[in-house]
């Protein structure tokens, strides 16, 4: 009997602990369990923000891709009008020489009439007039071609820029959001987010 009163004694006394007990840990079960669906929400929208910042940075690779295939494209362009300039420098070289032969051909011919002379001054002065309009001609393309290429290039170089920009921008918020799920991942392999 000593023991039933002994028994009764203490279940008494310690029920209403234990029941106090119980039902915090009953509200701490519910807050957690708040808390982890709130985090899982929060999982949720990071997982699409990761998916967008995938998408944005295939997009900023993409494009600084392209961006590069241009300025490729320019300095070959710019390469073929450096050689056609050449081209044209080696044509007004020969142009001269050919009108030098001309003079030099019409001054050792002495016994040569007048007309002769005159066809020949007037070759050599449309000669010279063609070589000039050409190289003027070449002149004024080279400058709007060197233009548009500087324009070109400092607008690839800006978009370059802002593409990298952007890119380092994306992987740092991807970083971070990998570190938060290796942190709910660790939170949830500890047992501190259980239902």
């Given amino acids: 009997m000593i023991f039933y009163n002994i028994f009764f004694y203490f279940f008494y006394t310690s029920f209403p602990v234990l029941l106090g007990r119980l039902s915090e840990l009953r509200q701490q079960k519910q807050k957690l369990s708040r808390q982890v669906r709130d985090k899982e929400e929060e999982l949720e929208v990071a997982m699409q923000k990761i998916d967008s910042?995938?998408?944005?940075?295939?997009?900023?690779?993409?494009?600084?891709?392209?961006?590069?295939?241009?300025?490729?494209?320019?300095?070959?362009?710019?390469?073929?009008?450096?050689?056609?300039?050449?081209?044209?420098?080696?044509?007004?070289?020969?142009?001269?020489?050919?009108?030098?032969?001309l003079r030099q051909r019409n001054l050792v011919g002495s016994d040569t009439s007048a007309a002769n002379q005159t066809h020949a001054?007037?070759?050599?002065?449309?000669?010279?007039?063609?070589?000039?309009?050409?190289?003027?001609?070449?002149?004024?393309?080279?400058?709007?071609?060197?233009?548009?290429?500087?324009?070109?290039?400092?607008?690839?170089?800006?978009?370059?820029?802002?593409?990298?920009?952007?890119?380092?921008?994306l992987e740092r918020e991807v970083r971070i959001l990998y570190i938060f799920f290796f942190m709910i991942s660790l939170l949830h392999k500890f047992n501190f987010l259980n239902y």
């Fill in 53 to 101: 910042l995938r998408h944005d940075i295939r997009k900023a690779e993409k494009l600084r891709r392209e961006l590069e295939a241009r300025v490729e494209d320019a300095m070959a362009e710019t390469s073929k009008e450096r050689k056609l300039r050449e081209r044209s420098e080696e044509y007004c070289k020969q142009m001269e020489e050919e009108t030098e032969k």
């Fill in 121 to 169: 001054s007037q070759e050599i002065v449309r000669l010279k007039a063609e070589v000039e309009k050409l190289e003027v001609q070449y002149n004024e393309r080279l400058a709007q071609q060197q233009s548009r290429y500087n324009l070109e290039l400092a607008s690839l170089r800006d978009q370059l820029q802002e593409a990298e920009s952007r890119r380092d921008t």
